[in-house]
């Protein structure tokens, strides 16, 4: 949890100190599955929780994301420009996970574009309930995959954010 921390630290004006008193706050926690809430919950605490299979870095890295208020990047109301939702091959009852945000209200994209290497790129065969892939690029990437650390533009999005001066 630690290092997934000081990875948005080493990268963005985040950071994450032990509560206090404070209000709002992130509550990591053990529990079913791997989730957060996404950004802040005014009034009181967000719950984050890392379930059995959730102890790797990139996965407390991705859930932190979604703590500080980032969606899905394959959920971005622009990724039919970018990508493909294979849903015949998505497990019906993680349908909801391919749903696209709205712009303003939900996703704000800080003019970065979409980001295949973001951290918050499911893999391309993400709850796949055949084995096949449930996302598809629509250009070739040359090798460039999804899920595997936090992204430059992962980084300036989150500074752009967060108002990170001087970064």
Same mark, same amino acid.
């Given at each position: 949890?630690?290092?997934?921390?000081?990875?948005?630290?080493?990268?963005?004006?985040?950071?994450?100190?032990?509560?206090?008193?404070?209000?709002?706050?992130?509550?990591?926690?053990?529990?079913? &599955?791997?989730?957060?809430?996404?950004?802040?919950?005014?009034?009181?605490?967000?719950?984050?929780?890392? &379930?059995?299979?959730?102890?790797?870095?990139?996965?407390?890295?991705?859930?932190?994301?979604?703590?500080?208020?980032?969606?899905?990047?394959?959920?971005?109301?622009?990724?039919?420009?970018?990508?493909?939702?294979?849903?015949?091959?998505?497990?019906?009852?993680?349908?909801?996970?391919?749903?696209?945000?709205?712009?303003?209200?939900?996703?704000?994209?800080?003019?970065?574009?979409?980001?295949? &290497?973001?951290?918050?790129?499911?893999?391309?065969?993400?709850?796949?309930?055949?084995?096949?892939?449930?996302?598809?690029?629509?250009?070739?990437?040359?090798?460039?995959?999804?899920?595997?650390?936090?992204?430059?533009?992962? %980084?300036?999005? %989150?500074?752009?954010?967060?108002?990170?001066?001087?970064?």
């Amino acid at each position: 949890i630690k290092e997934a921390m000081r990875e948005w630290e080493s990268k963005t004006c985040l950071r994450f100190v032990p509560r206090t008193n404070e209000t709002n706050y992130v509550w990591i926690y053990r529990s079913l &599955g791997c989730w957060s809430e996404v950004g802040k919950v005014h009034g009181r605490k967000n719950y984050l929780s890392m &379930g059995k299979g959730c102890d790797y870095k990139h996965v407390m890295v991705h859930e932190l994301g979604h703590a500080i208020g980032f969606w899905h990047e394959q959920s971005r109301p622009d990724r039919d420009n970018y990508i493909r939702i294979l849903f015949d091959n998505v497990d019906d009852s993680m349908k909801y996970n391919f749903e696209k945000r709205k712009w303003g209200t939900e996703v704000i994209d800080y003019n970065v574009p979409y980001d295949y &290497g973001s951290i918050m790129h499911y893999p391309w065969t993400a709850f796949s309930k055949n084995g096949k892939p449930t996302i598809e690029p629509i250009r070739d990437l040359n090798g460039k995959l999804p899920y595997i650390g936090l992204s430059d533009d992962d %980084a300036l999005q %989150a500074r752009r954010m967060y108002s990170c001066a001087g970064m």
